[in-house]
């Protein structure tokens, strides 16, 4: 029990670093304008419903947290090395 725990803090914690590479990356993205920046702008607005929804249905069926986690981990981790393919 300790250790599914102590995975789900030290995967949550992961996550929100992750998470902050990618919004730099975004930013960083964003402020240089043109066509890339918008169409980052909508793939950005849409993955978020997109994730909630798949979320919500996950956890309203009896999902774990633990998942959620790791899906949203991939998809961000996902969107990091696309961010800095281009870089």
Do not use: C, Y
């Amino acid at each position: 029990m300790i250790n599914a725990f102590a995975k789900l803090g030290f995967d949550s914690a992961m996550l929100m670093f992750e998470s902050q590479q990618v919004i730099a990356l975004r930013l960083a993205k964003l402020a240089l304008g043109g066509p890339a920046a918008m169409s980052e702008a909508n793939r950005m607005v849409s993955e978020k419903g997109i994730a909630l929804a798949e979320a919500a249905t996950h956890m309203a069926f009896g999902g774990s947290t633990e998942d959620v986690v790791r899906k949203v981990r991939r998809t961000v981790r996902a969107n990091r090395k696309r961010l800095t393919r281009n870089h």
